[in-house]
């Protein structure tokens, strides 16, 4: 397009640009400007006021150019994520494409940063609101890679967008003013840590279900519940309320994975990886004590599972199947679709606010509140419990309306 049919104003802010970034803010003049730009240097002042309100004007224009740019990179990509790797191909295009676009000007940086004291209020605020509004477009743009992805992050998408975005302007201006290999060895490095920190943070969705816990006197009946139906139930439904374990932990529990101590037992658990962790059996669940160390429900069980233990290995088949803590009615392993009819028949009368049937991760909700309730800090808890700290902020936001609620209630007695 000839620069005729260019309107002036556009012209100016296009040759301006195009000097700020060659020579620096400092060393371009608005006469050189005008000269470019084949304008009188009058019909410069006349459209922008002086050289703030160009530059100003300059910056509006790249960050434009920089938002329709993430807006086409991000509606490109964000279609085609849906997990965790992808998520991190995300991160990488968009730093990367960050770090090119603000490199290609590299004396506009140095004289944006060198010059920043000179700028007068007005342009220091539209230049953040200009950021701020990159800094929306990308926070739409992780949010919705989350949910293609089925992944959450413990930050709002508006502050990841902020500390992303600052992290790179930052190296930006490092590596544009001073020796960046001191502190990165090369881009490839910082991309890579920045995206590992950012990922590394992400749960799946599916790991993060509704923390819903049970009333302490629909617990106290449960209890009791499983107590009519027998010893191996009451045991079991005694571990989910007072240690906190999974239903797959129940069926993973062998004999020798119970340590009793002078005043406490102690269960040994492990994953699917083999980490093990080591989880105090709680005698006194929400309010109601169900025992002593040496008098209590796992106990009672575990007393008859001695007197049948010569039986076990007269009539099991595998011999191994009998040092498993929990075997089924007919001496085989407990699987988790008896332990499931277990909690069926426990809960059976009872439901949630919604009227949705009692689910057996609900326990393990109830035990992790309570654990909270009474005081023990989150690193602690996420080594007994297995759950990461992020992880349990979820549990603290439950405790914290229970609590809340019970402040308001104990405001009108």
Not at 13 to 22: G, M, Q, R
Not at 93 to 103: K, T, V
Not at 158 to 185: E, F, H, M, P
Request: proline fraction near 3%.
């Amino acid at each position: 397009m000839s620069v005729s049919r260019i309107p002036t104003r556009q012209r100016i802010v296009n040759t301006a640009l195009e000097l700020f970034a060659s020579k620096g803010i400092t060393e371009t003049t608005t006469r050189q400007i005008a000269d470019f730009a084949q304008v009188n240097e009058v019909t410069l002042f006349r459209h922008f006021g002086n050289k703030h309100g160009l530059l100003l004007a300059v910056l509006q224009e790249c960050l434009q150019k920089y938002l329709v740019l993430a807006q086409v990179g991000e509606s490109l990509m964000v279609s085609d994520i849906s997990s965790q790797s992808d998520l991190r191909r995300f991160l990488k295009y968009y730093i990367q494409s960050s770090l090119r676009a603000i490199e290609s000007v590299p004396e506009l940086v140095r004289s944006l940063v060198g010059e920043a004291g000179q700028y007068p209020l007005e342009s220091r605020q539209a230049l953040a609101q200009g950021i701020n509004q990159v800094n929306q477009t990308i926070a739409t743009a992780i949010h919705d890679v989350l949910i293609n992805s089925r992944l959450q992050y413990s930050l709002p998408p508006i502050k990841l967008a902020n500390l992303l975005n600052t992290c790179i302007l930052g190296y930006a201006v490092i590596t544009l003013t001073s020796d960046v290999q001191t502190i990165w060895r090369d881009r490839d490095e910082f991309v890579s840590t920045l995206v590992d920190m950012f990922v590394q943070e992400v749960i799946p969705i599916s790991q993060a279900k509704p923390i819903i816990d049970i009333p302490a006197e629909t617990v106290r009946e449960i209890l009791q519940q499983a107590k009519k139906c027998g010893v191996k139930d009451y045991a079991i439904a005694y571990l989910l309320f007072g240690a906190g374990i999974t239903a797959l932990d129940v069926t993973r529990l062998c004999l020798t994975d119970y340590q009793h101590h002078a005043n406490h037992g102690i269960l040994r658990t492990k994953d699917a990886s083999g980490n093990e962790r080591s989880v105090p059996i709680n005698q006194k669940i929400l309010g109601h004590r169900y025992g002593s160390a040496t008098n209590n429900p796992l106990s009672a069980y575990l007393k008859t599972r001695k007197n049948d233990l010569k039986n076990d290995l007269k009539d099991i088949k595998n011999s191994n199947d009998i040092e498993f803590l929990f075997l089924s009615s007919d001496r085989q392993l407990l699987s988790l679709e008896e332990i499931e009819q277990m909690w069926e028949r426990w809960t059976q009368p009872y439901r949630n606010l919604d009227g949705s049937p009692l689910t057996i991760d609900q326990a393990r909700h109830t035990w992790c509140i309570e654990m909270l309730s009474r005081g023990i800090d989150v690193d602690s808890f996420s080594l007994i419990s297995g759950i990461k700290p992020k992880e349990l902020q979820a549990y603290q936001i439950r405790l914290n309306q229970k609590l809340a609620i019970d402040k308001a209630i104990a405001l009108d007695s």
